[in-house]
């Protein structure tokens, strides 16, 4: 039976979450509704990953708004594996293996690649972490740094007492290696945010995840009009309006903040696309003040994001708000926007009752942790991905994946079961993603 908001029951605010996560409140109908089909939903993305292999790996920000659950943001270059709640890990070391077995039966050696930048500490453990799963995996890993002017091994000591060895990377023909190392796969940590290096161009090794998926090709507007045709299939499967687990969007490609080129287009899209959430409320008899993102169609780190509930906010933007739109990591100027549907987050952390969302990380097709990112000074309207947050782990070992149905439907793993779905449902997109920039079949 086709489920509607209007049948359930629509609260202001998700009770407080409270390590160590002893209750998570009621679950939601939609929730309890996924719980039901969970049969359906199992064997349906098992035939969805022999079609379409799953990416090695993946990050995906989901919002609870407590009528929705929506993912937001899907990250194919993820960072934040020293998050993970070490119970985590063995999954991790599981899903690698599957990954790599796909991808390179004889592979045994890996050349890891990480962003530039060596002074964000955080940055450095979760590649340190991501290090020792691939080790513990069985392979051999080196880590090949493509800063310019590195041209000798260097030793990054972190505040967790683990260091990294960082050696610059050497193409010969066309293959890339270190002094005596030669890899069988190139593994990317770096999102390409500014280009696709030409040492890394038409190499014999496989370079996973592909060239064309770094943020100097891929766009997030071509990412969500995927996930829309999978939240339409999936919808259909189990009789639910597709709106409970998709963000409406549009965007604009031609756009300049300090300039204010593409102004009329951001206001114009801003307000049919708050009429349409508008609707929607109607419909269901939400009460909430719909709103969107408007956000770098390319990019990540939480940079060039704003939230606007009328399409006079664009208009009357001041300097101070052109600047911090104008431009994305490593500086790289913002030329093109996506306005998406502002997912309220009804879930919040600690005695401060800070406003928090899930972060699921998956590898290969299997969900393996994920965490809270929570923000004391931001509100359910905002972005949380900013200066100020921080991080907590999903506090148990089978996170996401093992629904308990001998609980209550309130049950932790019932309401972390529905979000692995969902984060799975991104990572789907994110597959024929790949398979149609990399132009693979799809069997």
């Not at 969970?38 to 969805?48: A, D, F, G, T, V």
């Not at 993912?71 to 993820?78: A, E, G, I, Y």
């Not at 947050?389 to 089978?398: G, I, R, W, Y």
Request: charged share 20%; with cysteine; glycine share 4%.
């Amino acid at each position: 039976m086709m489920i509607h908001a209007s049948e359930a029951t629509v609260l202001s605010a998700l009770p407080n979450l409270t390590p160590p996560l002893a209750s998570c409140g009621s679950l939601k109908r939609l929730e309890a509704h996924l719980l039901a089909h969970q049969p359906s939903i199992e064997h349906w993305l098992r035939q969805q990953w022999l079609q379409t292999p799953a990416p090695f790996y993946a990050s995906v920000d989901l919002r609870n708004a407590g009528f929705k659950i929506a993912p937001v943001d899907t990250n194919l270059f993820p960072a934040g594996f020293n998050n993970l709640n070490t119970t985590s890990l063995p999954m991790c070391i599981h899903a690698v293996q599957s990954a790599l077995s796909r991808l390179c039966s004889t592979a045994t050696q890996i050349l890891l690649i990480p962003e530039n930048h060596t002074r964000n500490q955080f940055y450095l453990e979760s590649v340190a972490t991501l290090r020792d799963v691939l080790d513990n995996a069985g392979y051999s890993v080196r880590l090949g740094s493509l800063i310019p002017d590195l041209h000798a091994p260097q030793t990054v000591n972190l505040p967790s007492g683990k260091s990294l060895y960082l050696e610059p990377v050497m193409r010969e023909g066309d293959r890339v290696k270190l002094q005596d190392f030669d890899p069988c796969i190139v593994l990317l940590n770096n999102d390409l945010s500014s280009g696709r290096p030409a040492i890394l161009e038409n190499l014999s090794q496989k370079v996973i995840p592909p060239l064309s998926l770094g943020w100097s090709n891929r766009l997030k507007s071509e990412h969500f009009t995927h996930y829309k045709q999978v939240a339409q299939e999936f919808a259909q499967l189990i009789s639910l309006d597709p709106w409970f687990i998709d963000p409406l969007f549009s965007y604009c490609h031609e756009v300049d903040f300090m300039k204010k080129e593409g102004e009329a287009c951001l206001a114009a899209q801003v307000e049919m696309l708050l009429a349409a959430i508008q609707r929607k409320y109607d419909e269901y008899g939400i009460t909430h003040r719909p709103f969107v993102i408007v956000k770098a169609d390319a990019g990540s780190y939480g940079m060039g994001v704003m939230t606007v509930h009328s399409p006079e906010e664009i208009q009357s933007l001041n300097r101070k708000q052109r600047t911090r739109m104008a431009a994305t990591k490593e500086g790289q100027k913002i030329t093109k926007a996506i306005i998406q549907e502002g997912v309220y987050t009804f879930e919040t952390w600690g005695e401060k009752n800070s406003v928090a969302e899930p972060v699921v990380y998956m590898m290969d097709r299997f969900v393996v942790g994920g965490f809270y990112r929570v923000h004391t000074d931001r509100g359910v309207n905002e972005n949380l991905n900013a200066p100020g947050m921080h991080f907590e782990p999903l506090a148990f070992p089978e996170p996401c994946c093992m629904p308990d149905k001998k609980q209550d439907a309130d049950a932790c793993p019932n309401r972390f079961y529905a979000y692995g779905v969902i984060a799975r449902l991104a990572l789907l997109a994110a597959a024929r993603e790949v398979a149609e920039t990399e132009q693979i079949p799809v069997l």
